[in-house]
């Protein structure tokens, strides 16, 4: 007979997790609190970690025909001298840069329509020894076999298991956009651009578009400017190397979002029964390493594999969970690290700071043996 999993969240790790389990055998019912499947945001980019996978799944085919391939990864100092540069060459499958939407829409067209289902407010769960009882808005209630909680940062089921806590503030908001392709820029290189409590993103993503991100250290939660997100940004980057003023005065004010970057302090366990956890919901990471989708994809790989190779749900679930506690912790310790040291302000420390790094990657040219880009589920 075949078990069913209710998936909380119909963003790309749940996505991700409903096309893993399908291949593996599993009937699934993606929840999304939404009234319509729908993944808004800017650019993103996906790592020779996570194109694996999405190519064993079918699906890199489709956003290599949306996206950016990367060979080159450039990092500057705020005047444009260049700190370091590293070839994304050499990997079985590329690295990629894509708007949000395009790898949301590519997964979900690997489902079938009748399995996707919106307007599904979770509320709670009953897991009982055989099964589990998902509690929605408005008194449905539907029986499955497991429950994967997909459902982001503040994620109902994690804060049904775990208690309710509020997400760690790392010091720091990132403002995103989307601007037309300015000329100059090299193809397939994408970079990031070191200031003094500054930092500024370009990555061509393809159809002409780039995106990019910009941060800034401040208090948590502090408004926009009175001036707006685009005037404020501006401001603080005019003085940088191009094309970072010329990419954000050609990005429409509508299109600039931003966000506090924050994360959580890893979980000793995630989930209990026939519960388990998956992406943000498990383990936010912020963004400075580019792998918060990739770690939900790599989760949704390794899921699959676990579930499908015992009868016993839970005992599958706790497998998952030990084998990817070690790995998503790593990840968030490199990320945060990463983001903390790209935060420093003092004039010495950042020269400090960008001659170091500089001697480091010289060493390490080659990111194919990296253990965050090198990995295979």
């Not at 959580?264 to 956890?277: E, I």
């Not at 084998?323 to 004039?347: D, K, V, Y």
Request: net charge positive; aromatic share 6%.
């Amino acid at each position: 007979m075949t078990r069913k999993l209710i998936i909380a969240g119909g963003g790309i790790g749940g996505l991700a997790a409903a096309v893993a389990l399908r291949r593996a055998g599993f009937e699934v019912a993606v929840c999304e609190r939404a009234a319509a499947y729908r993944e808004t945001g800017a650019g993103m980019s996906l790592w020779p970690n996570a194109t694996r996978v999405l190519e064993a799944w079918g699906v890199l085919g489709a956003l290599l025909e949306r996206g950016e391939p990367v060979t080159r990864f450039n990092l500057r100092s705020a005047r444009g001298g260049l700190i370091s540069g590293l070839s994304m060459e050499g990997f079985s499958t590329p690295a990629l840069c894509i708007h949000r939407t395009d790898l949301h829409r590519a997964l979900r067209e690997q489902l079938p329509a009748d399995c996707l289902l919106s307007d599904r407010r979770l509320e709670g769960f009953d897991g009982h020894e055989r099964s589990v009882v998902v509690r929605f808005s408005g008194g449905r209630d539907v029986e499955a076999d497991g429950l994967v909680g997909a459902d982001g940062i503040h994620s109902t089921v994690r804060s049904q298991i775990h208690g309710v806590q509020e997400p760690v503030y790392r010091g720091y908001c990132i403002w995103r956009g989307i601007a037309p392709e300015i000329p100059g820029l090299e193809k397939g290189h994408i970079s990031e651009t070191w200031g003094s409590g500054q930092r500024f993103g370009i990555l061509p993503m393809g159809q002409g578009l780039i995106c990019w991100y910009a941060t800034r250290n401040c208090g948590p939660d502090t408004s926009d400017s009175p001036a707006g997100r685009k005037a404020e940004v501006r401001d603080l980057f005019r003085d940088w190397h191009g094309p970072i003023p010329q990419l954000i005065e050609a990005t429409p004010e509508g299109d600039i979002i931003r966000n506090d970057a924050r994360d959580r302090a890893p979980l000793r366990t995630w989930g209990k029964g026939r519960v388990t956890l998956l992406g943000d919901a498990a383990h936010p990471i912020t963004p400075n390493v580019g792998q918060g989708a990739c770690m939900a994809i790599e989760d949704a790989a390794c899921l699959a594999k676990c579930a499908s190779r015992t009868a016993d749900l839970a005992a599958a679930f706790r497998d998952y969970e030990d084998l990817r506690r070690p790995r998503t912790a790593f990840i968030a310790r490199q990320s945060r690290r990463i983001g903390a040291i790209g935060q420093w302000e003092r004039p010495w420390i950042v020269r400090g700071r960008d001659l170091v790094t500089r001697v480091v990657l010289a060493c390490s040219p080659h990111l194919r043996f990296n253990p965050i880009y090198a990995y295979e589920v």
